[in-house]
């Protein structure tokens, strides 16, 4: 036994765990507090005329989009950062302190640092959000049975976290105004971050070197490559702001949602046409295709929790529960509590069935249909209660139906990924991954421009339809997706 190992069997454990993993678990749960808390009111404060930027409705809910579909897409960049610079120990700890920087910005009584706070809390989630969850692996070694339980006492720190943020920081945008709740979420990120540097002793040394650090052989292609995005960058932008006659929050949103759009396209036709991967490979990439479509489908429906739901509560919903009054925040609350409950459900069921369960296509299919049908109940509640409020109670149904829908599709999308992936593109398909969410939320960007003025009836039930159809396109080709996984394995040669 090594002294590492030596010292970390002598140490008290966490719940039988080793004492890195409640580092990280209380880590996490206080970012997710301040990612969660910033989140349910963003949209809020980007619209209020009086106290916020006075944003129109359809352009502030643009903008919270492309906010998260930033956050995800520079995911890749902070598992890049990770692997290639600092190690993930540090940019976990530099993403944190970017975030609080972030939010103070957001705290300020003024506008003009309001755009600035909400890219660095962007890119701060991007440096630490991929990061925290592969330090956790790497507590156990290989085979180590804890593993597993592991990943579940620390999502369940995640949902914790985002359950507890919107009846906090709603709470105090009610109270005290939007700048006091948003410091409240620099708050929470700043505990996660003394969580983080007082408990790194039990992190014993994880994360601290890059896995594949840059050499000085790299640094001349790395040039060339950072120069050309930077172009990219530049000349996307620039069209952008061309073809919105000028600078603001428009070209942004636009040019971002042309990245997001331009970035799996980018990596399928490098996947499908590079020498490196073999025939059988090329055809487990495709078979990956719908699946990805599937995946941004049901992000693109998922994530409008902070825009058009967020926008449903607080102006057509009676916000009266049971003899109490609530605030449009507290829906966003749904989610984390019943993935709470539900998730140990599903995983007995899973259990229980064993290879006679669903295949992942089915399982993506049923989850893009369960996220289709949310949004029909969507547009049921907007035709049924026409001019009036509704009842809460619809939208608390249509969270419970995505997160449904969320534990059949979510849990199984990183283990598609790996089972479907080339051997010699394996990191990049996981980045992949994280580009789904990233273009359904570049899409809704679009889509709530395009459509303003539209009624929520016609919005949500257009949505409706064409998740909808494209789950029962999915489910046809299941089979064929199935006999692709079945025989993938990016461990052994094709």
């Known amino acids: 036994m090594s002294g590492l190992q030596s010292a970390e069997s002598a140490e008290k454990t966490f719940f039988g765990h080793p004492r890195g993993l409640m580092t990280l678990f209380t880590t996490e749960l206080w970012e997710r507090f301040s990612y969660y808390g910033m989140r349910a009111i963003l949209l809020l404060y980007l619209t209020d005329q009086a106290h916020g930027l006075g944003l129109g409705e359809s352009l502030g ?25 600092f190690g993930a120990r540090r940019t976990v700890l530099y993403g944190g302190v970017v975030i609080v920087a972030g939010h103070l910005c957001l705290a300020l009584p003024a506008t003009g640092p309001a755009y600035f706070g909400i890219a660095l809390v962007a890119l701060g989630t991007g440096l630490l959000k991929p990061n925290v969850s592969t330090m956790v692996g790497t507590l156990y070694e290989q085979g180590d049975k804890r593993r597993d339980s592991a990943f579940s006492i620390f999502y369940m720190g995640i949902n914790i976290g985002s359950f507890s943020a919107p009846f906090v920081v709603g709470f105090l945008r009610r109270e005290f105004g939007f700048h006091v709740a948003f410091a409240a979420a620099a708050v929470g990120m700043s505990l996660a971050l003394v969580a983080y540097l007082l408990g790194r002793r039990t992190l014993h040394g994880r994360g601290d ?30 069209l952008s702001a061309w073809l919105s006659g000028g600078v603001g929050p428009k ?8 990245l997001c759009f331009l970035a799996p396209i980018a990596y399928f036709t490098m996947l499908l046409r590079s020498p490196l991967v073999t025939p059988v490979e090329r055809q487990r990439v495709r078979a990956y295709i719908p699946l990805f479509i599937a ?17 449903f509560a607080a102006d057509r919903t009676d916000l009266t529960l049971f003899g109490t009054t ?5 829906f966003q609350s749904v989610n984390p509590f019943s993935i709470i409950v539900l998730a140990p459900v599903f995983a007995v069921i899973w259990i229980k069935l064993g290879d006679r369960g669903p295949g992942i296509g089915q399982k993506f299919a049923t989850g893009l249909l369960l996220a289709g049908i949310s949004f029909a109940v969507m547009a049921l509640a907007s ?16 969270y419970v139906i995505q997160t449904l829908g969320e ?6 999308g990183l283990a598609a990924t790996t089972v479907l992936a080339p051997r010699a593109f394996l990191s990049q398909m996981m980045a992949l991954w994280f580009l789904a969410p990233a273009a359904g939320q570049a899409i809704t960007a679009q889509l709530v421009q395009a459509t303003e003025g539209a009624s929520d009836t016609a919005y949500f039930g257009g949505l409706a339809i064409v998740t909808i159809v494209f789950a029962l396109v999915l489910y046809t080709l299941s089979p064929w997706i199935r006999r692709h996984t079945a025989t993938g394995n990016p461990t052994e040669p094709a």
């Open 209 to 238: 070197t890059p896995p594949n650090p840059l050499t000085a052989a790299d640094r001349p292609g790395m040039i060339k490559v950072t120069v050309a995005v930077l172009a990219l960058l530049g000349v996307v932008f620039g």
């Open 383 to 398: 035709e049924v209660v026409g001019d009036n409020l509704a009842s809460p109670l619809w939208l608390v149904l249509v």
């Open 61 to 85: 809910q643009a903008v919270v989009s492309i906010y998260g579909a930033s956050v995800y897409l520079l995911s890749v960049l902070g598992g890049w950062f990770a692997d290639r610079v």
């Open 326 to 330: 609530i605030s449009p925040e507290f």
């Open 251 to 258: 070209p942004v949103v636009d040019a971002i949602s042309y």
């Open 295 to 311: 995946a941004m489908l049901f992000f693109m429906v998922f994530e409008q929790a902070a825009t058009t739901l967020t926008s």
């Open 407 to 412: 534990l059949f599709l979510s849990p199984v």
